[in-house]
């Protein structure tokens, strides 16, 4: 059992010393700074109390504790910077491993699509740019990705920007039938050769709709069909995962993007509709 693990699990503690044990996994790697009183200031405890909670879980004191627990933080960073976006976790972790994890795996996604991003600013103005100046607004995707796309549907609706997606699966067809090329669609797919959403990008191309494709291969069919492509890191096996954390990250973070970009570039427009709707709806809130 790791130090971390008999923090969390506190056999046998007397209340003291959870106070303690809480306050030492709360500081993280700050607590290797503190002294013993620094710890009793913190958590209204004497010297005594952190020394027995030391000798409980196996050293000899405080100075001893500290020493094995450094030696632990840095093989725990070491382990995170190393979290596969494809199986974060495995079957012996804790919940604070898997916690840990999660949390690394989320940091990594976005400062990898932001590096991306970086590289692609004039992409991300210019898909804002034709979505606030399109007549119609349609969103086209399949799966988890559907999932992300409905929260940009919300967002973008709370500013006066109707966002057109399909309300029945499978039915991608179903609104753009509708579509001209004054208009503008997104396609969503992080592989680019999800089939569904691949046919209705085809559709959408031959009757000269703008098409603004996010998707992790640019050379994919949905790809090549871009009028404005958005890169995503593409760190995710197709098949092979636990879920699709990394994927599903990386988009919503592109589509809150391009959302907060549309909102600046009309932004007292914007905010006057949102504070409208809050207003207006206020009082269905108990």
Not at 37 to 49: L, Q
Not at 121 to 141: D, F, P
Not at 216 to 237: F, Q, T, W, Y
Request: with cysteine.
């Amino acid at each position: 059992m790791t130090i971390s693990e008999s923090l969390a699990i506190q056999e046998n503690f007397s209340d003291s010393e959870r106070e303690i044990a809480d306050y030492i996994l709360s500081q993280k790697e700050k607590i290797l700074e503190q002294s013993v009183h620094d710890i009793c200031d913190a958590t209204f405890t004497s010297t005594s109390s952190v020394v027995r909670l030391c000798r409980k879980i196996g050293f000899s004191g405080y100075k001893e504790f500290k020493i094995r627990y450094a030696r632990e933080l840095e093989r725990r960073i070491e382990s995170l910077d190393a979290v596969d976006p494809d199986f974060p976790f495995g079957p012996k972790d804790t919940v604070l491993d898997i916690s840990q994890k999660m949390n690394v795996l989320m940091i990594n996604t976005l400062n990898s699509t932001y590096d991306i991003l970086t590289r692609n600013s004039k992409s991300i103005k210019q898909a804002a740019e034709l979505i606030l100046h399109s007549n119609r607004i349609s969103l086209i995707a399949m799966g988890d990705s559907y999932l992300k796309g409905q929260l940009f549907q919300s967002n973008m609706m709370k500013i006066g920007k109707v966002v057109l997606m399909a309300n029945v699966f499978g039915e991608n067809y179903s609104h753009i039938d509708l579509l001209e090329p004054s208009d503008c669609a997104i396609v969503i797919s992080y592989s680019g050769d999800t089939k569904q959403v691949y046919d209705a990008a085809k559709v959408l191309k031959r009757r000269g709709v703008p098409l603004i494709v996010i998707t992790a291969n640019a050379e994919s069919k949905c790809g090549k069909l871009s009028g404005i492509l958005i890169d995503m890191p593409n760190k995710e096996e197709k098949w092979k995962k636990q879920a699709t954390f990394f994927s599903q990250i990386a988009t919503e973070y592109i589509l809150n993007v391009i959302y907060s970009c549309i909102y600046v570039m009309d932004y007292e427009k914007s905010t006057n509709m949102r504070h409208r709707s809050i207003q207006e709806y206020s009082d269905t809130r108990y």
